[in-house]
C-alpha cells in the first residue's frame, strides 16, 4: 500500500492559480489509480478530479473541468492538480487518494489517503 502526503495549498486571490503536489512512497504506485476530493467545513468531501494508473483517462468535476488538470508522474512517484482561475466556491482541505483499481468518485472505493493541504481562495 502507498503512503500519501499533499502540499502546495495556500491563499490566493480569485483568479489565480495554484499547483497541488502528492507525493507518494512505498512500492507498487504505478498500480494505482489516483484522484483529488476536496472537504468545504461543514460539507461532505467532493470528488474533484481522477487519473488512471497509467494517466491515459482523466475524469473531472463539472464545475472544474476547464479550469483544473490532473497529472500522474509514476517514475516520480508524484501526482498534481493544475488549478487554475480559482473561485471562493473551491475553498477547501484537498486529498490525495489512491485506489488499486479503476478510478471512481467515491472516496469510500479509496484505501490510500493523504492528510490533506488547505487551500483558500479570496474574492
Known amino acids: 500500500q502507498v503512503q500519501l502526503h499533499e502540499s502546495g495549498g495556500g491563499l490566493v486571490q480569485a483568479g489565480g492559480s495554484l499547483r497541488l503536489s502528492c507525493t507518494a512512497s512505498?512500492?507498487?504506485?504505478?498500480?494505482?489509480?489516483v484522484a483529488w476530493f476536496r472537504q468545504a467545513p461543514g460539507k461532505a468531501r467532493e470528488f474533484v478530479a481522477s487519473?488512471?494508473?497509467?494517466?491515459?483517462?482523466?475524469d473531472y468535476l463539472d464545475s472544474v473541468k476547464d479550469r483544473f488538470a490532473i497529472s500522474k508522474d509514476n517514475t516520480k512517484k508524484m501526482a498534481y492538480l493544475q488549478m487554475n482561475n480559482l473561485q471562493p466556491d473551491d475553498t477547501a482541505v484537498y486529498f490525495c487518494?489512491?485506489?488499486?483499481?479503476?478510478?471512481?468518485?467515491?472516496?469510500?472505493?479509496?484505501?490510500?489517503w493523504g492528510r490533506g493541504t488547505q487551500v483558500t481562495v479570496s474574492s
Open positions: 487518494a489512491a485506489h488499486r483499481l479503476p478510478p471512481t468518485r467515491h472516496p469510500s472505493d479509496y484505501e490510500s
Open positions: 487519473i488512471t494508473r497509467h494517466a491515459l483517462t482523466t
Open positions: 512505498g512500492f507498487g504506485f504505478s498500480n494505482y489509480a
